[in-house]
């Protein structure tokens, strides 16, 4: 249900509400506080009844009341507590895939849950004494753009780019292909610096440390190129989706601005790596606009979209009786 003082619990509501009274067979699961759930969705005069709500949500204990628009640690509780419950549900085998509402890591640490978000939380729950390297991943209809490094800061980045750690981005990125519907994908990897440092002109971590971890995977037999200028490569990405299935971006904002630049009511945000899929919405929690009932569910309904056609393309499955 993410931060129940943002839009979240509303986005959820709006998406089952879809989800009821349209055709899809999936199964949905909520996992949330209850009580707001059902305020909520008495709010919002949806013709979800307490009876749906009941048999599809697990409680996760209540904890509100809980204030619009203010970062709160019993908020931040609230959504930790739902993220672990789905996460266990995925490595349970009760649940074969994870949509997530969006959280605020504020709130997330004044509960005391020290991580910079959803990405880095369900990798430590995954497999809390060795997390498992994950990436995360960000579409629409236009672009796919992985990002090498996340929620650094600027500063830090440079020295987070070696030829390992860059490779494992690059392998990451080939070896689950299929989840994003492109078994060999063909993939880009954009510079660190302007003109992908301009031949040495502009920095030379572009020549030292890129170029040299995109040499080790074609020798692996992994289809990647670059480093290509920032400036031009998502462009070009989006012109030709068939030459450029995926841009490895090498910082969170050089690949987030593109992507949100085309639209965030489309955006989703994947997260590879992972032993279960797991989708999100490309936004956050709105708290300008929350409780006031008038978000949009295009992303969350994308997310779900996603996430049932990445478990659809996993081996056969057992069916789940949610």
């Known amino acids: 249900m993410g931060d129940p003082s943002g839009i979240g619990p509303e986005l959820c509501i709006k998406a089952l509400r879809q989800a009821l009274v349209g055709s899809t067979k999936t199964k949905l699961k909520l996992f949330g506080d209850l009580s707001h759930l059902q305020e909520v969705n008495a709010l919002l005069g949806m013709p979800v009844t307490h009876a749906h709500l009941a048999e599809i949500t697990e409680d996760t204990g209540p904890l509100g009341p809980y204030p619009a628009g203010t970062v709160a640690p019993n908020s931040g509780e609230s959504a930790y507590r739902a993220i672990t419950g789905a996460a266990r549900a995925c490595l349970s085998g009760r649940a074969h895939a994870m949509v997530t509402a969006p959280i605020h890591k504020e709130a997330l640490n004044l509960a005391g849950y020290k991580w910079p978000g959803h990405t880095e939380l369900l990798a430590h729950l995954a497999c809390p004494g060795s997390p498992p390297p994950v990436r995360m991943l960000l579409i629409n209809h236009e672009l796919r753009v992985l990002l090498h490094t996340i929620h650094i800061p600027l500063k830090d980045v440079p020295s987070r780019i070696t030829p390992h750690d860059l490779l494992e981005t690059i392998e990451i990125a080939h070896h689950c ?26 920095g030379d971590e572009d020549i ?24 031009t490569i998502f ?8 030459d450029i299935h995926l841009v490895i971006a090498l910082y969170h904002d050089q690949g987030l601005i593109p992507i949100k630049y085309l639209g965030i009511d489309h955006g989703v945000n994947i997260t590879l790596g992972l032993p279960f899929v797991r989708t999100s919405v490309d936004h956050g929690t709105a708290f300008d606009i929350a409780h006031q009932w008038q978000a949009s569910p295009a992303s969350l309904l994308e997310a779900i979209d996603q996430a049932r056609a990445m478990a659809q393309a996993l081996p056969a499955q057992t069916p789940l009786s949610l």
Do not use: C, F
């Not at 989840?179 to 660190?192: E, F, R, T």
């Open 177 to 202: 292909g299929h989840q994003y519907g492109q078994p060999s994908p063909k993939i880009a990897v954009a510079g660190l610096n302007p003109h992908a440092s301009e031949g040495g002109n502009i």
């Open 208 to 231: 030292r440390v890129v170029a040299p971890a995109i040499k080790a995977a074609q020798d692996r037999g992994i289809h990647v190129t670059g480093p290509w200028p920032g400036d």
């Open 235 to 242: 462009m070009r990405a989006r012109m030709s989706p068939d």
